[in-house]
């Protein structure tokens, strides 16, 4: 039984171990991307977030009304790494509204939470 007990905090500190790398790895990822959208432009950012499950977060480098710079990540897991969203850039805020929020096209599908996190970029970049 004593063996037992040592193979299982072991297994516990292993499991810690990689959990804390883990995050290490996601947050030096998300400063590295917030550093480089930081050479185009004003950031804004969006999420999307779940209980349980997908979510989406949206981060753009806005100069000047227009989208200089653009990328998401969406999805679970720490594993996660932010990907290019060319089809944003280069475009006025204004039209990125009509184009991807819009709620008939929208409301399902894989692109659903990821509108939800530019809508929410969008209303943040408006309050300012």
């Known amino acids: 039984m004593g063996d037992m007990n040592v193979i299982m905090i072991v297994l516990l500190v292993v499991l810690v171990a990689i959990q804390a790398w883990a995050v290490y790895a996601q947050r030096k990822h998300i400063r590295e991307v917030g550093d ?52 944003a850039e280069g475009k006025k805020i204004e039209d990125i509204r009509a184009e991807f929020i819009n709620p008939y096209l929208t409301k399902k599908g894989k692109n659903q939470f990821r509108a939800i996190a530019l809508e929410n970029a969008l209303n943040m970049y408006y309050e300012k």
Do not use: D, Q, W
């Open 36 to 87: 480089e959208l930081r050479t185009y432009g004003k950031i804004i950012t969006g999420t999307h977030k779940t209980i349980m499950g997908r979510g989406c977060v949206v981060a753009m480098a806005v100069k000047g009304k227009t989208v200089k710079r653009a990328k998401f990540v969406s999805g679970m897991g720490t594993f996660k790494r932010f990907r290019n969203f060319p089809e």
